[in-house]
């Protein structure tokens, strides 16, 4: 599976977009990237997913470069209940569908 | 709420203890998963189940034992468990195994072992 690398932490000022980014330079062509997050001691979230496009729905937006090597997820207004961690996910066809997790990213939103 | 119901949210069980974890999901999914989540430990796959059968399954002892009787119902049997296991068990589903496919997951079933 692709490897992501992610900052370990991050902090955004309330209303302010937050934009986390993660690498993944081994990715292959077929291969999806999504974004979940957890709030503590809550199950993941789903956020966002893509392939080559930039993404766009309500509760996100995923920015992913033309070499597919790295993309951003950006909250645009974030509010101290993003207060979360934010997972990178590199996902394979034909790996039993399985999301395979990191460390993820700490955003500490703060008002 | 994701449409997939873990119960119970809390447990506490003896290492001779025998119990279960259920996971159901109304959502037509196909797939259905299990996850555990130790302190500060990235989630780790145990299961992974497709149309019933079981597709995956990583390296997991074999006190922990899977069952998935139909596409909505998933079940994780515990015996003998060690200290070690307390964690949070989180099940998930997705449609199916395709890559282009989210999978929703439960609030988590919190195991403590004593």
């Known amino acids: 599976d692709a490897k992501t690398t992610q900052p370990p932490s991050m902090d955004c000022a309330e209303g302010r977009a937050a934009n986390l980014p993660c690498n993944h330079s081994?990715?292959?062509?077929?291969?999806?990237v999504y974004w979940y997050r957890q709030i503590h001691s809550q199950g993941p979230q789903y956020i966002i997913h893509?392939?080559?496009n930039n993404e766009t729905n309500e509760m996100a937006s995923l920015i992913i470069t033309e070499d597919r090597k790295s993309s951003t997820l950006i909250l645009p207004h974030a509010t101290l209940r993003d207060t979360a961690v934010y997972y990178c996910?590199?996902?394979?066809?034909?790996?039993?569908?399985?999301?395979?997790f990191g460390q993820g990213t700490t955003l500490q939103v703060k008002p | 709420e994701t449409g997939v119901t873990q119960t119970p949210r809390h447990l506490v069980m003896g290492m001779t203890n025998k119990k279960s974890l259920k996971c159901e999901q109304h959502l037509g999914h196909n797939a259905m998963y299990w996850y555990k989540q130790s302190a500060k430990k990235p989630l780790e796959l145990m299961f992974v189940?497709?149309?019933?059968?079981?597709?995956e399954n990583n390296s997991v002892p074999s006190r922990f034992s899977p069952e998935c009787p139909n596409s909505s119902h998933l079940f994780l049997h515990l015996h003998t468990l060690q200290p070690e296991d307390s964690a949070l068990y989180l099940c998930?589903?997705?449609?199916?195994?395709?890559?282009?496919?989210?999978?929703?997951f439960g609030q988590g079933t919190r195991l403590t072992v004593v």
């Open positions: 189940y497709s149309l019933e059968e079981r597709v």
């Open positions: 893509g392939l080559k």
């Open positions: 081994t990715i292959s062509g077929n291969e999806y």
């Open positions: 996910i590199v996902r394979v066809p034909g790996n039993t569908g399985k999301l395979i």
């Open positions: 998930a589903s997705s449609q199916d195994l395709t890559v282009d496919t989210e999978a929703f």
